[in-house]
């Protein structure tokens, strides 16, 4: 159980375009879901938290018009990445928990290169 | 502020012997929980152990234990009996338990079984 899938596994696009991210829950409904990005050989850094049906809370310096979020259920996440740039390449990866559970569950994660 | 360290970039063990992978914390948080991933190099992060802030007893997962030292604040990894599957890149992370359970993480430690 708690099964978190990510789709794309891996994107490249041109610079100057946008590119979505889906992230969502298999077998249970998320309480929230987080959205991660990694560069290579770093830790996760947090980048927003979603709850289905409200506005995303982004962290400190990450620019929520450029990285857009919507929860639109309880088992399905979005990140889109406008206007790419050659330094959003990253690692982007979703975690979701659920009631009565502290841990997350993390999807497989999104390689996204801009060229 | 909240604050994950772990100190070791890189560890080497042998096949079957066990390891210890360090982490201390800061927080002023009373309630929070503890948690170790794993990050083969696919990139998924994989779920190991949890240990609450209130929890008296050690936490286990099979061959995955928590030394959990409240009054030094550290929550250190055991791996026994290493297998060959266990090299991988090892994250501890912190949450508080209210809240949006949003995590930091450490920066990882690099864990090579040697045959």
């Known amino acids: 159980g708690a099964v978190v899938s990510q789709h794309p596994s891996w994107v490249i696009c041109k610079s100057g375009t946008s590119v979505k991210i889906e992230c969502r829950s298999l077998?249970?409904?998320?309480?929230?879901m987080f959205w991660y990005r990694q560069f290579p050989k770093q830790s996760l850094m947090l980048m927003a938290t979603?709850?289905?049906?409200?506005?995303?809370?982004?962290e400190q310096g990450v620019e929520k018009d450029k990285f857009l979020i919507n929860h639109a259920s309880l088992t399905l996440s979005t990140l889109t990445v406008t206007s790419a740039h050659p330094e959003d390449s990253s690692f982007y990866i979703c975690?979701?928990?659920?009631?009565?559970?502290?841990?997350?569950?993390f999807g497989p994660g999104t390689r996204l290169t801009v060229t | 502020a909240q604050k994950i360290t772990q100190t070791q970039p890189g560890m080497f063990v042998q096949e079957k012997e066990a390891v210890t992978l360090d982490c201390t914390y800061d927080?002023?948080?009373?309630?929070?929980?503890l948690f170790w991933y794993k990050q083969p190099s696919s990139g998924e992060m994989i779920f190991l152990i949890y240990?609450?802030?209130?929890?008296?007893q050690n936490a286990t997962e099979g061959r995955y234990s928590l030394n959990f030292q409240k009054a030094r604040k550290s929550a250190n990894l055991v791996i026994s009996a290493s297998q060959l599957g266990d090299s991988a890149m090892y994250f501890c992370?912190?949450?508080?338990?209210?809240?949006?359970?949003?995590?930091?993480f450490g920066t990882g430690t690099r864990l090579k079984v040697l045959a």
């Open positions: 975690s979701a928990d659920t009631s009565g559970r502290y841990e997350q569950y």
């Open positions: 077998d249970f409904q998320a309480t929230t």
């Open positions: 979603s709850n289905e049906g409200s506005k995303a809370t982004y």
């Open positions: 927080t002023s948080d009373q309630s929070y929980g």
């Open positions: 240990q609450g802030s209130y929890d008296e």
């Open positions: 992370a912190m949450g508080s338990t209210s809240g949006t359970y949003k995590y930091i």
